[in-house]
């Protein structure tokens, strides 16, 4: 008893040590009382470790030293500095996961390995792994990556001839049954679908229904020498009225004046198409929903299938003198022109270029055309204007093999600026057609801001 007395009297000596760290002590116990509940299994084993450290050094500090042993105090020290590194060297539990962190990237940036001045680490015996360099493809490779991404679902490209095909042999019933007396030609598929430049998605076809006029009783006039003053489009005049009057013709029941209205044939034919015809029933026999636009000034059927939408126009059409002209009037209030398609033509004569030479201008047409197309600002640029340019520059340049197709696409774009600046794109079959004459100066000017950007990377426009 007199040595517990001594040995508390020689801790209150100290400062009050002893009650201090007799109440750590107990702190310690309740604290690992409870840590499972708290911390769960792997908390609390790390604090059970830690707190254990800690009252060894509680311990050797409130135990008596044994005076006689000079290396007591030594051996206590060695030992105080092992717990210590026992806590250091607890591993820590793994942090709660706030709602913020699971939005965080898994992967943290790669930190700059720093060299160890004293030598690898890594054994003698482990290989050496070398990183391959990252290849950077030519635009001639992307081009032609990106030509094999362009290519039309195979589903569509035999579903929708099938699907307009039919939609069209309805049609051209329906007109011989309600207008017998008007001769109309064999309604026929026309687009690029058809003809292998379709690109992306089949979601457009045109059916073309032809009408069948007397050359005698009619004639064409050329734009240029009208009111409108405009090349692109001609008026179809009823002649010999005096020895051949109104009736002798069926479709004089369509003219306005002297001349054959596109207008007002347009009008008939969406009547049709929007209350005469029993589309729901069409549809339902070709397992498909058919819609007639109303507020289009087009005529135009929007069709949904299960595997995909088609929107189908159907345009009148008629060939006088080697010219096709179509009932596509512009606004306005002229009424009875009708626009000159080259459509035909510039086809035929891709392809003509293309089997002489073994060239890649349809390929690079429809590359351009997949720019055009998945890009709203250009979207107005594809199609006829860019047939037209290639057929200028064919002309001019004669290697079109696929090895020149880098080559080739970097000398449209370029030619496409030129043009644009100007405001100026000659049609390939008349110079007297300024292809660009229907765009606004706004459309002109962004279209050639976004093409004089990929002049000097044309990569950008393949993304």
Not at 67 to 80: T, Y
Not at 206 to 213: E, G, Q, T
Not at 277 to 293: D, E
Not at 303 to 308: E, F, G, I, M
């Amino acid at each position: 008893m007199a040595a517990f007395w001594q040995q508390r009297g020689r801790r209150q000596e100290s400062g009050g040590l002893g009650s201090v760290l007799d109440g750590l002590g107990s702190v310690f116990d309740v604290l690992l009382a409870n840590a499972r509940l708290v911390l769960g299994v792997s908390g609390a084993a790390v604090l059970a470790i830690a707190t254990l450290a800690v009252k060894r050094l509680i311990d050797r500090a409130t135990s008596p030293r044994d005076e006689g042993d000079p290396k007591a105090e030594q051996k206590s020290l060695e030992d105080s500095w092992q717990d210590l590194a026992l806590i250091k060297t607890t591993p820590k539990p793994a942090k709660k996961q706030r709602r913020e962190d699971l939005s965080a990237p898994l992967l943290s940036p790669a930190q700059p390995v720093v060299p160890d001045p004293r030598g690898s680490s890594a054994p003698l015996g482990a290989p050496q792994v070398q990183s391959s360099p990252v290849r950077c493809l030519t635009l001639q490779e992307k081009l032609l990556s990106h030509s094999s991404q362009l290519a039309v679902p195979e589903f569509q490209v035999s579903l929708v001839p099938q699907l307009a095909r039919s939609i069209c042999s309805q049609l051209q019933n329906f007109l011989r049954s309600k207008f017998p007396e008007l001769p109309f030609g064999r309604l026929s598929l026309s687009g690029a679908l058809l003809d292998g430049l379709e690109v992306l998605a089949a979601d457009h076809v045109h059916l073309m229904l032809p009408l069948v006029l007397d050359a005698g009783l009619w004639s064409l006039i050329s734009g240029e020498d009208t009111v409108v003053r405009n090349p692109q489009y001609w008026m179809i005049k009823r002649i010999d009225l005096g020895y051949f009057p109104r009736g002798c013709s069926p479709w004089d029941r369509f003219m306005v004046g002297r001349y054959l209205s596109s207008s007002v044939l347009n009008k008939t034919l969406h009547k049709l198409l929007v209350a005469s015809i029993n589309w729901p029933a069409i549809g339902g026999l070709l397992g498909c929903a058919i819609h007639p636009v109303v507020a289009s000034r087009e005529l135009k059927l929007e069709v949904k299938h299960d595997q995909l939408d088609l929107s189908i126009t159907l345009l009148p059409v008629v060939e006088m003198e080697d010219k096709v002209l179509l009932a596509v009037p512009p606004e306005g209030l002229v009424e009875n022109l009708w626009l000159e398609s080259f459509y035909r033509a510039e086809v035929s004569r891709l392809k003509k270029l293309d089997a002489a030479d073994s060239g890649a201008r349809q390929l690079c047409l429809r590359i351009l055309n997949g720019v055009c197309k998945s890009q709203p600002r250009l979207h107005k640029l594809g199609g006829s204007p860019l047939s037209h340019l290639i057929l200028h520059l064919s002309d001019t340049a004669s290697d079109w093999a696929e090895e020149s197709l880098a080559d080739r696409f970097q000398q449209v774009l370029e030619e496409l600026v030129a043009s644009l600046e100007k405001g100026v794109l000659p049609s390939y079959f008349n110079p007297k057609i300024n292809l660009f004459s229907g765009l606004l100066e706004e459309e002109i000017d962004e279209m050639g801001f976004v093409l004089y950007r990929a002049i000097t990377e044309p990569e950008v426009l393949l993304k």
